[in-house]
């Protein structure tokens, strides 16, 4: 390699030694050390709320069994449920994920700004977030938290491009067909990333198909079928049961125990989840006035 010295800079016009200093700068940092950086941020994180049957989950480097009430980072890994498991996630920024049975979801990029650890309004984002996911084949509900103004959330199917903006969805795809239902919210679908789109209003739903893998996609905007209602509220109320039993608050690492699940994979991570546990009320006795000793 040739260096870059002063005299180059004063040979060349501003841009092309700003070029070249770019390029050298490439070279100099492999890819692997930005991948390294995003795949460790302390605030990417998702919690299994809840499991039934077996499911795995792909952290990029393994494939493991996925554990109930376990967390791990988010960016990067892919969730599979097997035709006879359904799981339950929630993400560190609130949203809760219902998993149907031989679903694929594959995290590409979940990135959160870090939030404080006292939170007063768990139904609003704890701070600015961005959500890139995939669904190859099957179909997820989502229950988030009102979003704050910036974050973004968008899901691809092979059909389509999804931007939610909030707050009950679900999305489905067979890997030829594509269903979007909106229960509540805001949501966009496109069919690709490029194309303004369609709005979906609350009751509605899209269907995307294509003809081909190169032919434009066809969306069809149509009210949710009553016979499919039940069916698509159960999956969002199950992933808004899901949000609601767990928060994830921030901690210093230096509190940890060296034990700590939360301190294997990451001994930077500085969120934990705390499960929400309903209060205790005792019960209350009353007397009646029948009972009451008269004078």
């Excluded at 921030?250 to 969120?271: A, G, M």
């Excluded at 929400?276 to 006035?289: E, H, K, L």
Aim: overall charge neutral; glycine content about 6%.
């Amino acid at each position: 390699m040739i260096p870059i010295t002063m005299r180059t800079s004063l040979r060349f016009p501003l841009s092309t030694a700003t070029g070249l200093a770019f390029a050298w700068l490439l070279v100099a940092c492999p890819v692997g050390m930005f991948a390294q950086n995003t795949h460790k941020n302390p605030t990417s994180k998702f919690y299994v709320a809840d499991l039934e049957g077996q499911s795995s989950l792909d952290t990029g480097t393994q494939v493991e069994d996925l554990k109930d009430k376990s967390v791990h980072s988010a960016d990067g890994s892919t969730i599979e449920t097997n035709p006879k498991s359904k799981s339950a996630v929630v993400l560190s920024n609130g949203t809760g994920v219902f998993i149907d049975p031989d679903t694929r979801m594959e995290v590409k990029r979940f990135m959160q700004e870090p939030f404080t650890p006292n939170r007063n309004d768990p139904e609003v984002e704890p701070s600015l977030s961005q959500t890139q996911a995939s669904i190859p084949h099957g179909t997820v509900g989502l229950c988030t938290p009102k979003m704050v103004a910036g974050s973004t959330m968008v899901y691809d199917t092979p059909q389509a491009s999804i931007a939610i903006r909030g707050r009950k969805v679900v999305i489905g795809t067979d890997g030829d067909q594509t269903t979007v239902s909106l229960l509540e919210g805001d949501v966009t679908v496109r069919g690709d990333q490029y194309t303004g789109g369609q709005t979906l209003k609350p009751g509605q739903q899209a269907i995307i198909t294509r003809s081909s893998p190169t032919a434009p996609p066809k969306i069809v905007i149509q009210q949710i079928p009553p016979d499919q209602m039940k069916a698509l509220t159960d999956r969002v109320t199950q992933a808004c049961v899901a949000r609601l039993q767990v928060f994830f608050q921030s901690v210093d690492p230096k509190n940890l125990s060296p034990e700590s699940v939360f301190t294997q994979d990451d001994p930077t991570q500085q969120l934990v989840p705390k499960e929400i546990v309903p209060p205790t009320i005792s019960p209350t006795y009353t007397v009646s006035p029948y009972f009451i000793p008269k004078p």
